[in-house]
């Protein structure tokens, strides 16, 4: 988009978090600060990127933040406005307030009012939301001073339904392009239990996480959302010795992602397969290589895959040194590009960064490395 700053999503939650956090902490008013307008194409995590944002609120403040999620595209003006109705002397009309601003005000809640699919709302709908994003009112009824105004929609680019916005109500908004960005996503998928195999391939191919739809008769496509998908199928249906029956899955996930990336992922789930159990690197078990440069990469992926959602999921003790080391002492035999891809990847990992210091077979690898930027890494654990 021109003129618009682009985010990835994490980027766009530590944008927005922290401005409404110190807002509450300095008892700002909300009122004062511009609602977030998030542009993206489908699938790209922007009704997530509002979830987390609430999340990041709650640890922050210890406040209670209610998200209500309006998706305006299925509004008509009068929707917003209420229903009108007879005051007692039936001399005036008089508008009921909807359900959706029926928000609670106390002190130690913070409501978000989401207004998802705004560029999708024909363009007397999005006029109806000048007074809710400026002057937080609609008609006769007021937002609480606790409610945080949120707008998000696809570009008119995206092949979606989508309205040029009013020059009256984009200049309302303070706006975001949200980028598809793997590495930020993959941060996310750590915390949300997506399949080891979803986030192997991603890894291998961080390109299949999004690819733009440019074909109007192609209605199966690679997205964040769709991943996400894809990851609860095999979740549901590939767990235990199942896990290796993901060929039966094709037409679902090719349901999901199109037959060219489902092929490519079974292709990939089947070199998987044939690859040594990770848990037994980390027991200390004597392990033999693969045989191909593709396997010991896609090995190298598990293998981090399976530390970072150790860590993610338990930050006060994760992985133990003990499993760190045979890790460690395993990835001695990588050729030195691959033992490099595997090191740099772990001190990416700040909450590792004071056990990894501790392994004998880090430390010798990392005498030998010349990089200062890893160097400054490490003294900023």
């Known amino acids: 988009m021109n003129n618009v700053i682009a985010l990835s999503v994490q980027d766009t939650i530590e944008d927005i978090a922290p401005l409404y956090v110190e807002a509450i902490k300095s008892k700002v008013p909300f009122s004062t600060i511009p609602a977030p307008m998030l542009w993206g194409p489908p699938g790209v995590g922007k009704s997530d990127s509002a979830k987390q944002?609430?999340?990041?609120?709650?640890?922050?403040?210890?406040?209670?933040?209610?998200?209500?999620?309006?998706?305006?595209?299925?509004?008509?003006?009068?929707?917003?406005?209420?229903?009108?109705?007879?005051?007692?002397?039936?001399?005036?009309?008089?508008?009921?307030?909807?359900?959706?601003?029926?928000m609670d005000p106390s002190e130690d809640v913070v409501n978000i009012l989401f207004l998802d699919e705004i560029s999708a709302a024909p363009q007397t709908v999005q006029a109806a939301a000048y007074q809710i994003t400026l002057d937080r009112t609609i008609g006769e009824h007021e937002l609480?001073?606790?409610?945080?105004?949120?707008?998000?929609?696809?570009?008119?680019?995206?092949?979606?339904?989508?309205?040029?916005?009013?020059?009256?109500?984009?200049?309302?908004?303070?706006?975001?392009?949200?980028?598809?960005?793997?590495?930020?996503?993959?941060?996310?998928?750590?915390?949300?239990?997506?399949?080891?195999?979803?986030?192997?391939?991603?890894?291998?191919?961080?390109?299949?996480?999004?690819?733009?739809?440019?074909?109007?008769?192609?209605?199966?496509?690679?997205?964040?959302?769709s991943w996400v998908f894809v990851s609860n199928i095999l979740n549901l249906m590939c767990k235990g010795d199942a896990m290796y029956d993901v060929e039966k899955q094709y037409s679902r996930i090719a349901g999901c992602v199109g037959t060219g990336t489902a092929l490519e992922f079974i292709a990939y789930a089947k070199k998987h397969n044939e690859l040594p159990m990770v848990k037994d690197i980390f027991v200390g078990k004597r392990i033999n290589y693969p045989n191909s440069m593709d396997g010991l990469y896609s090995l190298i992926v598990s293998m981090l895959s399976y530390i970072k959602t150790k860590e993610a999921l338990d930050e006060l003790n994760g992985i133990s040194e003990t499993e760190l080391e045979n890790a460690c002492r395993y990835a001695s035999g990588f050729p030195a590009d691959y033992k490099a891809f595997f090191y740099v990847d772990l001190i990416d990992i700040k909450t590792l960064r004071k056990k990894l210091v501790k392994s004998t077979s880090f430390k010798e690898w990392f005498k030998v490395s010349e990089s200062n930027e890893l160097r400054n890494k490490l003294e900023n654990r």
């Open 144 to 225: 609480p001073e606790n409610c945080i105004v949120m707008a998000a929609g696809n570009r008119t680019t995206d092949r979606s339904v989508a309205y040029r916005m009013p020059n009256a109500l984009a200049n309302r908004l303070r706006h975001i392009e949200v980028t598809c960005d793997f590495e930020s996503w993959s941060g996310w998928a750590m915390h949300n239990h997506i399949h080891p195999l979803v986030l192997g391939y991603l890894s291998y191919d961080n390109s299949k996480l999004y690819q733009e739809n440019t074909d109007m008769d192609q209605v199966a496509f690679p997205t964040p959302r």
């Open 53 to 102: 944002i609430a999340r990041e609120i709650e640890k922050a403040t210890g406040n209670t933040v209610h998200i209500t999620d309006v998706r305006l595209n299925l509004f008509n003006p009068i929707d917003l406005r209420g229903i009108p109705v007879a005051n007692p002397e039936k001399t005036l009309a008089v508008w009921l307030k909807p359900k959706i601003f029926d």
